[in-house]
C-alpha cells in the first residue's frame, strides 16, 4: 500500500491550494484518512481527518478555511486550503488507516508529505 501526496506549493497570503492523496495497491478498505502538517522544529499536528461516511474533524486553527473531502471510488483524499495564512506553512502528511487483501486488520499508511509554503 502506498499514499501519494500532490498539490502542494508557494502561494501568497490569502492565496488558496488543493492537496490531493492517493492511496493505491491491493486495497480492501479504507476507514480514516486525514491530513497532518508538520512546520519546521513543531510537533507533527492534525490539520483534518474524515471517515469512510464522510463526517469530518478539523483542528481548530483552519476549521472555516480547509475543506477535507474524499472520493471512496478512487481511494482519494483532498484538502482544499483557502485563506492561507504564513503559518499554514509546513510539510502536509496524508494518514490512512487501510487493510489490503492479504491481512484481517487496517494499518496506518503516511504518504511522503508534501511542502506548503505560504508568503506573507
Known amino acids: 500500500v502506498q499514499l501519494v501526496e500532490s498539490g502542494g506549493g508557494l502561494v501568497q497570503a490569502g492565496g488558496s491550494l488543493r492537496l490531493s492523496c492517493t492511496a493505491s495497491?491491493?486495497?480492501?478498505?479504507?476507514?480514516?484518512m486525514g491530513w497532518y502538517r508538520q512546520a519546521p522544529a513543531k510537533q507533527r499536528e492534525l490539520v483534518a481527518t474524515?471517515?469512510?461516511?464522510?463526517?469530518?474533524n478539523y483542528a481548530g486553527s483552519v476549521k472555516g478555511r480547509f475543506t477535507i473531502s474524499r472520493d471512496n471510488a478512487k481511494n482519494t483524499v483532498y484538502l482544499q486550503m483557502n485563506s492561507l495564512k504564513p503559518e499554514d506553512t509546513a510539510v502536509y502528511y496524508c494518514?490512512?488507516?487501510?487493510?489490503?487483501?492479504?491481512?484481517?486488520?487496517?494499518?496506518?499508511?503516511w504518504g511522503q508529505g508534501t511542502q506548503v509554503t505560504v508568503s506573507s
Open positions: 494518514h490512512g488507516e487501510v487493510r489490503d487483501y492479504s491481512v484481517k486488520y487496517h494499518y496506518d499508511y
Open positions: 495497491g491491493n486495497i480492501f478498505s479504507i476507514n480514516n
Open positions: 474524515i471517515t469512510s461516511g464522510g463526517s469530518t
